[in-house]
């Protein structure tokens, strides 16, 4: 299983990125594909996640308004729109993959995911 963030880079406040996370070798029916990032020295925290059953979608309060989780047809890739950005942005982005449904009580929870790409680093600033 191979998990691959792009996209990733420098932003001006205010500005928009499309990350995507390119999925490989993952060989199930039922699993579910998040988003979270990581600022330095804070906890990573979950963004949005998708199922793969029936595309339904689900993100953290605190990601409602300005993320949008999507998807090409197959799900092999699964993209992150970040829009209107602000500094606290700033972290490395990750996807990863969690076998079955994701829980949609908060945010995805790491803990819950099992296969994590390597991250791409997203820098806001003014």
């Known amino acids: 299983v191979q998990l691959v963030e792009s996209g990733g880079g420098a932003a001006q406040v205010g500005g928009s990125l499309k990350l995507s996370c390119t999925v490989k070798?993952?060989?199930?029916?039922?699993?579910?594909i998040a988003w979270f990032r990581q600022a330095p020295g804070k906890e990573r925290e979950g963004i949005s996640c998708m199922a793969s059953v029936d595309r339904r979608t689900h993100y953290a309060d605190s990601a409602k308004g300005r993320f949008t989780i999507s998807s090409d047809g197959t799900m092999h890739t699964v993209y992150l729109q970040a829009n209107s950005l602000k500094p606290e942005d700033t972290a490395v982005y990750y996807c990863a993959a969690k076998i079955g449904e994701f829980s949609d009580v908060g945010g995805p929870d790491p803990d819950d995911y099992d296969y994590w790409g390597q991250g791409t680093q997203v820098t806001v600033s003014s």
């Open positions: 070798g993952f060989r199930y029916d039922d699993y579910a």
